[in-house]
């Protein structure tokens, strides 16, 4: 059936006469009354009956009717879709990020969200899965991992690799400690996929280092937990709690770091709305965590990029 005969169908019953239907559609009456015989062939059923010049609805018209309409106004709705999207428009975004990353920065933004923005969707996706297949499945993603060639991006923060000490310890009322000195506490890190993991132990092997000990745990709260029960320095990337003091970990006199990216599909349909998200998304973390993007930018400009090479977890 086609949705072409719907509409002449609900025109006719509408405007009242064919007459004023062919007017309404831009096509002549005659051409108009054989759609209608057509539709009623293709349905076997008699939709109208004469009353004078007008055409009547027989009591199985006015039941078809209720469907038509309902077929007409969801095209006609599929089309404004289709229109808006063709556009760039998003009614929904898929945002995707490592648990540390999702709980710590994405879910704080998404609770920013106004009605006017796309509705959010977020899910926690495995620690050390390339960017550029990650975009495949969802709108945009929020990760640690150095954004491949093959994907548009913006640089969102660098954010220090923390070591979390209780108020009582030596380090409390430090800004920073050198990775000589750290590796005097036993560390309580998390899995190797964690970014925070592989940076650490990228810093101890360069620099011929061993911590006095390790203690590993599933996450980061968990290690924060340890470390508030004098257990060790917690050697993370998250945000604070248990009344910790974060401590910044110094290697040959600057601070390590994991550079936070947002990453998309260059072709999607939606890529300028969400450039546009993750330049509100920079601007949050700015506000967050102090302004931390200026070694990262240098050379890079302010604009979404394209960058080079893949890697894991916040």
């Not at 096509?27 to 009547?56: C, D, M, Y």
């Not at 979390?164 to 990775?179: C, K, N, T």
């Not at 061993?210 to 340890?226: I, K, M, Y």
């Not at 248990?242 to 994991?258: D, T, W």
Request: glycine share 6%; aromatic share 6%.
């Amino acid at each position: 059936m086609e949705h072409r005969l719907l509409t002449y169908f609900v025109a006719v019953v509408e405007e009242g006469t064919v007459s004023a239907a062919a007017t309404h559609l831009h096509i002549t009456q005659p051409a108009l009354s054989r759609q209608i015989k057509k539709l009623e062939a293709e349905l076997g059923l008699r939709l109208f009956q004469r009353s004078g010049v007008r055409l009547v609805l027989t009591s199985e018209g006015r039941e078809f009717l209720t469907v038509a309409k309902q077929i007409v106004q969801a095209h006609a709705q599929a089309e404004k879709i289709a229109e808006s999207l063709a556009a760039g428009a998003m009614r929904s975004i898929a945002i995707a990020a490592p648990r540390t990353t999702l709980i710590d920065v994405v879910a704080p933004f998404v609770a920013t969200f106004t009605p006017e923005d796309p509705a959010p969707y977020v899910s926690e996706v495995v620690a050390d899965a390339r960017q550029e297949t990650i975009t495949a499945d969802y709108d945009l993603v929020v990760a640690p991992q150095p954004p491949g060639d093959r994907v548009a991006s913006r640089p969102l923060a660098a954010l220090p690799v923390w070591a979390y000490v209780p108020e009582s310890h030596r380090w409390a009322g430090q800004e920073s400690v050198d990775i000589a000195e750290l590796c005097e506490e036993q560390l309580i890190v998390v899995p190797q996929e964690f970014k925070s993991r592989q940076i650490i132990e990228s810093a101890l092997h360069l620099a011929d280092l061993a911590p006095r000990g390790r203690v590993e745990v599933s996450h980061g709260r968990l290690a924060q937990a340890l470390a508030a029960a004098g257990r060790g320095a917690a050697v993370v990337t998250d945000d604070p709690y248990f009344q910790l003091r974060p401590v910044k970990i110094r290697v040959n006199g600057a601070p390590l770091r994991a550079h936070l990216h947002a990453a998309w599909r260059p072709e999607h349909h939606g890529a300028a709305s969400i450039s546009r998200l993750a330049q509100r998304l920079e601007a949050f973390c700015t506000a967050r965590y102090g302004h931390t993007l200026n070694k990262v930018r240098s050379g890079q400009g302010a604009s979404s990029r394209a960058a080079a090479s893949p890697g894991p977890r916040r």
